[in-house]
């Protein structure tokens, strides 16, 4: 992490800082300029910031990211209708759902801060409001991460087309400025979270490094990645796979995405099921991205909900057998024992030991947070 180092490193970096202000835009001599002021400010830096980004991303008190149900901006009606969802996440779109043009993305993003504004007393708790923004490509994205970081409802960002660590850099930037430049929100409050949508060959060619980012400025002041998305239909436009309801084709970028989610602590969103009125369909979509380890999924109609909600926890079995697996072991660390046997319901003894105490302790974790019941064993 940055600024760890002796003061002479630190002062090193304000004095590039200094000479990077004469050749930037004006734009670049804010950043620089709130760069220096941080550098400044940060020579007694806590050496435990990697530890502190970790358990921040994990969060002391579990929220549940199983629903992620998409509201375009595009009409009040669709706004006011959002506050009835139970969805895990309400993502508030900007992007794909607003028709292209200068008139109609402004008039979205206004639509949306005045919506905000002036619902705050019935808004949904702010863990669970997001907002897609338009990609740093575009000449939008500006003006959208502004709008969005002046509301301190909103916690979350989703960001589309991130195929390099460099557009999470862009993002960055621009957070920093929101904090030390024009002081939008208070620095000690919660962490302005990031997703990053997965849509190219170049994103899972970079997969690792995007997934292992942390911005130069620290999650306070910088924003921290809290899950990867995946975005399969832009994905398949990109590399020209070609989609089917087997789902096959995606199987290995779908596996990819979720391993390397969890290798650094992130949440994996899985795609959204295009046909939204085959319900049947959806929660055979969600059952096999659950089976991948995907920990959520997106939704583009608010009927999509409850099946995605209902299927991303423990079945009652799947908690009976964790709870059984826990109590065994509990009987056999009280004898000394690393391993006791599980009575299989039909016929047969089943071996557990340390990595099926995990898998039962997971299980056990995400159905307390559905607030499903646990059953009492012997």
């Not at 199983?66 to 996440?89: F, I, N, Q």
């Not at 920093?176 to 302005?192: C, V």
């Amino acid at each position: 992490m940055l600024y760890r180092g002796s003061c002479r490193d630190a002062l090193q970096k304000a004095s590039s800082s200094i000479r990077a202000c004469r050749t930037v835009s004006s734009t670049g001599v804010r950043i620089a300029s709130c760069r220096l002021m941080h550098a400044s400010s940060s020579l007694a830096h806590d050496v435990s910031t990697e530890a502190s980004t970790t358990n921040a991303r994990r969060g002391s008190k579990e929220h549940l990211g199983r629903s992620y149900l998409y509201v375009p901006a595009t009409a009040e009606r669709m706004l006011e209708k959002s506050l009835t969802t139970s969805s895990d996440v309400i993502i508030y779109d900007l992007e794909d759902s607003v028709p292209p043009s200068p008139a109609d993305k402004k008039g979205a993003r206004d639509r949306l801060t005045h919506f905000l504004t002036n619902h705050q007393d019935s808004l949904p708790s702010h863990e669970r409001i997001a907002v897609r923004l338009n990609s740093t490509a575009t000449s939008f994205f500006t003006e959208d991460i502004l709008q969005a970081m002046r509301l301190p409802c909103i916690r979350t960002l989703v960001m589309p087309k991130i195929h390099t660590v460099h557009d999470l850099d862009q993002v960055s930037e621009e957070i920093f400025l929101a904090y030390k430049g024009h002081k939008f929100r208070d620095p000690d409050g919660p962490a302005t979270q990031i997703i990053a949508s997965i849509e190219s060959a170049k994103a899972m060619y970079n997969l690792g490094s995007i997934a292992s980012w942390q911005s130069r400025y620290g999650p306070a002041l910088g924003g921290q990645l809290s899950a990867l998305l995946f975005a399969a239909e832009d994905y398949c436009a990109d590399t020209g796979i070609i989609r089917t309801t087997s789902r096959q084709e995606l199987l290995y970028t779908r596996s990819h995405i979720v391993v390397t989610a969890k290798a650094f602590g992130l949440r994996a969103i899985d795609m959204v099921c295009v046909n939204y009125k085959d319900l049947q369909y959806l929660r055979d979509e969600c059952e096999d991205g659950r089976r991948l380890g995907f920990t959520g999924k997106q939704a583009i109609h608010p009927n999509q909900v409850e099946v995605i909600q209902t299927t991303f926890v423990p079945s009652s079995k799947e908690i009976l057998r964790a709870a059984r697996i826990l109590k065994q072991m509990e009987k056999a660390h009280l004898s000394h024992k690393g391993a006791a046997g599980l009575e299989l319901e039909g016929g047969g003894m089943e071996m557990i030991d340390a990595p099926m105490i995990k898998q039962a302790e997971n299980v056990v974790r995400v159905a307390k947070a559905a607030g499903l019941p646990i059953p009492d064993v012997e």
